[in-house]
């Protein structure tokens, strides 16, 4: 496998590194869906980054509450566009702590209960690639506490063969490209730091950048993860395209 030159000579950081995971998420504005998301996720993590604007203060508290890493910057709106996530992601990039697996991750994303145990025992990751996951839609509250309720009684892995989702909705569809075929999209994305590169940021949305990172791998090396399903929190039915320019559809959280 060919990996980034940028981190040759580095073997021994990349074993001591080898079971490390850290995520980055962009958010402005969704502070209701990260503080709900950070409570599930960062236990999860070595490390959290969280990329925000330098005015949206309610995002700063949640992330201080949890512990993650703020990083404000300025950069959503670079080549004047009003959401330039790629370009955000990056300002986060630079705060990964070690040489092991990352990760992006929406705001609205929760990892199920046994996420880490799932990738790093049950799962034989290649550091050439890169990897998605599947989803399924949370929506409103009591979904939400139905949810956690089923977590609390019955791991998403349980009996240690089976992986049965914590939710009844249907699975969330997957980004398979007439031209380049699968692409883990932009709300799981798991690469490892001996290929890391850097996050494209094109029309300054959030419609194509995860796709065009996602493509910076070949075909053979974009792969979905069957060990684990994550949870899309919304708080009602999501309509593709809602947010990806900045502003956001989606009611708060009640």
């Not at 030159?5 to 590194?17: E, I, L, N, P, V």
């Not at 990897?131 to 979904?143: L, P």
Request: hydrophobic share 40%; net charge neutral.
């Amino acid at each position: 496998m060919n990996y980034d030159t940028d981190y040759s000579g580095r073997a021994s950081q990349f074993a001591a590194d080898s079971l490390r995971l850290e995520a980055v998420t962009a958010c402005v504005g969704f502070d209701d869906m990260l503080d709900v998301t950070l409570a599930l996720n960062h236990p999860h993590l070595d490390t959290m980054i969280v990329v925000t604007s330098h005015d949206d203060t309610r995002t700063q508290l949640v992330a201080k509450k949890h512990g993650a890493i703020c990083v404000q910057t300025d950069l959503f709106q670079k080549n004047e566009r009003h959401f330039n996530k790629g370009a955000a992601i990056n300002a986060g990039l630079g705060r990964f702590q070690y040489y092991g697996w990352r990760l992006c991750l929406d705001a609205d994303i929760a990892l199920p209960d046994n996420a880490r145990r799932m990738l790093f025992n049950h799962t034989k990751l290649d550091p050439g690639c890169i990897y998605g996951a599947d989803r399924i839609d949370v929506i409103g509250a009591k979904d939400l506490t139905a949810l956690k309720s089923r977590l609390a009684a019955s791991p998403q892995a349980a009996h240690g063969f089976l992986v049965d989702p914590a939710h009844q909705r249907p699975m969330g569809a997957r980004y398979v490209d007439t031209l380049r075929g699968y692409c883990p999209m932009g709300f799981f994305q798991l690469w490892n730091a001996r290929c890391d590169k850097p996050y494209p940021w094109s029309l300054g949305n959030a419609a194509h950048d995860d796709v065009m990172f996602a493509d910076l791998w070949p075909g053979t090396q974009r792969r979905l993860l069957p060990s684990l399903i994550c949870y899309h929190i919304c708080s009602k039915p999501p309509v593709m395209g809602e947010n990806w320019d900045g502003h956001r559809q989606q009611p708060r959280l009640s």
